[in-house]
Structures are given as structure tokens and as C-alpha cells.
């Protein structure tokens, strides 16, 4: 049996929770031709059971997955997290820098002012759905 959970825009400012999964503040950023984007949000587990999410859809990227940011020597490198799994009751906030969900070949550039869907595939089997809202290049937090 598969779950669907939508969140829909007007949802943004007032999360809903899906399966235990409340997610708030979902942005990204304007991008150019050939380039990667970046999801950022802030993912809260409500529920008293931990909660994996194994797969990323986007409808802007052929691919999506949660990348960490860290500092290497003064390096800053991206490893892919493979297993993202989100305990009981803690919440992971994405954010430049640090955790984010990596935009991978993308058909055409994200561009500023507009909305697309990301889906997260959960290890209940549910699918969850929101939508994530496109800031400038240089936007540092959600757009207003
Ligand atoms: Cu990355």
C-alpha cells in the first residue's frame, strides 16, 4: 500500500506532518545553465519512531540527494549521506553549508520567483510531497 501526503503552498508557513515528518521552510536558489541546485529545509520528526528517507524526486532535477557540507583543510567538500535517517523527535535543518538535498542534472536552470514539487520517498512506504519556493542566487534564508 503507498501513501501520498501533500503539503500543500499554503502549507509552507503552517507545516503539516505527514507519517511523523513535518516539513517547514522548504527553499532554493536561482541557478544557471549547467549548474547544480540546492533544496534547504527544516525536516522535524514529530513521531516516536526514527524515520529514514530513501529517495528524493524533484520535478526541476533527474537527480536529488542529501549532501553534508564540511570543511576539509580549509576545503569546502559535500559528501553524499546515504543513509538520511531523522531519530525520534529531532529535527535536521537543511541550510547553506551544511545538510542540504543536492539538485542534480538539471533540464533547465531554477529561476527566481518560482515553485516546484519535491517528493520524499519514506521507509514506511509513504510518499511525501511539497513544494519548494525559488529564491535569488545569493538568497541566504527562505524568500519572503
Ligand atoms: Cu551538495
Known amino acids: 500500500m503507498k501513501f501520498l501526503c501533500v503539503f500543500f503552498l499554503s502549507l509552507v508557513t503552517l507545516p ?3 507519517e511523523g515528518l513535518q516539513i517547514s521552510e522548504a527553499w532554493s536558489r536561482a541557478t544557471v545553465e549547467g549548474r547544480m541546485g540546492a533544496v534547504y529545509a527544516t525536516i522535524e ?9 530513501e529517495g528524493i524526486k524533484t520535478s526541476v532535477a533527474m537527480m536529488a540527494q542529501v ?8 576545503m569546502m ?11 525520534a523527535g529531532e529535527v535536521r535543518k537543511l541550510a547553506p ?7 542534480m542534472r538539471l533540464p533547465k536552470p531554477l529561476a527566481e520567483g518560482a515553485t ?15 513544494p519548494v519556493v525559488v529564491g535569488s542566487m545569493g538568497q541566504m534564508s527562505k524568500p519572503e
Open 16 to 18: 503539516g506532518v505527514c
Open 45 to 53: 520528526n514529530t513521531s516516536d519512531h526514527p524515520i529514514r528517507i
Open 67 to 74: 549532501h553534508e557540507s564540511y570543511l576539509d583543510n580549509g
Open 77 to 87: 567538500r559535500m559528501r553524499h549521506i546515504e543513509q538520511f535517517t531523522i531519530p
Open 97 to 103: 553549508g551544511g545538510l542540504h538535498i543536492m539538485l
Open 116 to 130: 516546484f514539487e519535491t517528493k520524499f520517498e519514506l521507509d514506511s512506504g509513504a510518499d511525501l510531497e511539497f
